[in-house]
């Protein structure tokens, strides 16, 4: 047993194992740690997007700037609609966040003005010189298609992207992805709420991960973070 002095006297009663005090402290740092760790604790695996495919681990050199067209969306469901046409800048701002290139959004006007279409559709052909344009107008060396595939705004929040990266020149697609989040998955949940726990860590005690989960708009911007993470490398 350690001997503590001070002017007041030994204070060994104080670490004793048995001692009152001793319990006390221990006491209240093992159920207050307990108690503060388990407020917004998120356990269990995170989802991992799968559906990737990538032409190379790395980007080419030559790819520096990205325009983003306006995110396509089935016309005949209303909230599919609704998410196309608010999504274009998130993607955008999620998309320069990765840091990979610089990047610019391309508003359906101004598309219309170039190509005679106010959106452009992955899955058809592409008109002719319509990338050539856009490369010129916006001084791009690619462009990125996005279609929002799924949207359910409200809890459990489910989104589905159908997002392709392709060459301005070449048109080979360097990037493809085509995923759905489900935050009725209990692994989608974990990760959109480790995301969010993530974006304000100085002061996690004010915090609740599970707000993301009534905010479409965040958990949003969780899927798309999730998908860009899995571009090829710079």
Known sequence: MKRWSSP?????WVWKPGGALFVLLVSLLVH???TFQSEDAVTGPDYKP?????????????????AVLPVVADRHSLELQTAGETMAPIVA?????TGRFEVVLVTP???AGLTGFKELVMEREI?????SRLKEAFACEAVM???VTQYRPYPPPAIGWRIKLVDCVSQNTLWAADEVFDSGEAAVQNAARRYEAGRSPSAPALSDSRAI????????????NALFATLPSR
Do not use: K, M, W
């Not at 007041?8 to 060994?12: E, K, N």
């Not at 008109?127 to 990338?131: C, V």
């Open 50 to 66: 799968a559906n990737i495919f990538r032409s190379s681990t790395n980007l080419p050199t030559t790819i520096r700037r990205v």
């Open 93 to 97: 701002d999620e998309l320069q966040r």
């Open 109 to 111: 006007e101004r598309l």
């Open 8 to 12: 007041l006297g030994s204070l060994d």
């Open 145 to 147: 298609f996005t279609r």
């Open 213 to 224: 989960l009534g905010t479409p708009a965040r958990f949003a911007r969780y899927s798309l």
């Open 127 to 131: 008109p002719t010189n319509s990338l």
């Open 32 to 34: 207050g740690c307990s």
